[in-house]
């Protein structure tokens, strides 16, 4: 009896499986992890993508928004995580003014493969599209992300909620359908209406990735640090945390300090 070649759970994911799913309705799982063992433990858990997210500067650098991380500090992580995974595919987000010119943005996203990674991530729309396209002509995959832009915090004045009204509706769809036929293979929608992001899912064939956009897109992404309660000070309302990891983290330390001093008495 022949064997035909069949994508099953252990094979590795790829930009083309991931648009499979969509077609096939199964829903695609994103977390970010932005070291081995984090990266390695979702992997094993059949996570579908691990993103490399620039958000490790805010929950794994302590700055106060992501448009000081440095294309250096994102290689850094990008190897440490893919060294991680066996299955997974390792998407690696290109920093805030790393992508500024379509040349430029090859030689990073060049970086960010040469340590590991499957695919790279870049925030915008049509205003991106050169970027995409000459990323991909070098061959390499690319992940868009539209909606709230963390990048843009300072020029917006803070994280606000997409897709509101209907002219920002339009302007959602367009740079949706702009992406796809600049080649991107899935957009991340973060902080869109959830009637917008479900009208987007649908015009679109490549997949999106949600983030506090709904229950209607074709997968859902969350900062790993939230969803198992690492990074206390500040919870986004759209998250449902399934773990209190820092807690764990604090009773640990209290019991070996309580240990220590009480040794020898
Ligand atoms: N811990 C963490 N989680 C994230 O999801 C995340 C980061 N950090 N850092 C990078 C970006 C920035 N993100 C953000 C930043 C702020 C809000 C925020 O202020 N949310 C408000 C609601 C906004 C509104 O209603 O207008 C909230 O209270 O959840 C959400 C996501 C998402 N990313
Ligand atoms: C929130 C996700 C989509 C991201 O871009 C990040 O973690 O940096
Ligand atoms: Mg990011």
Known sequence: MSHEPTTSDSSPMTPDRLKEMKVQGEKIAVLT???????????????????????????????????HVTIDEMVHHVGAAARGVKRALVVGDLPFASYTMPKQAVVNARRLMDAGAHAVKLEGGRDQCDQIE?????????????????????MEGGYKIKGKTPPEVEKLLDDAR????????????????????????TALSIPTIGIGSGLNCDGQVLVSHDLIGLFPWFTPKFVKPHGHVAEQIRASAAAFIADTKQAGR
Not at 136 to 154: E, W
Not at 182 to 191: K, R, S
Request: avoid cysteine; charged fraction near 20%.
């Open 134 to 154: 000459e990323i991909i002509a070098d061959g390499i995959p690319v992940m868009a992300h539209l909606g709230m832009l963390p990048q843009s915090v300072k």
């Open 33 to 67: 992890a932005y070291d081995y063992p984090t990266a390695r433990l979702f992997d094993e858990s059949g996570i579908d993508v691990i993103l490399v997210g620039d958000s490790l500067g805010m929950v794994v650098l302590g700055y106060p928004d992501t448009t």
């Open 178 to 201: 702009a992406v796809q036929e600049a080649g991107a293979f899935a957009v991340v929608l973060e902080l869109v209406k959830s009637e917008a992001s479900a009208q987007i899912s």
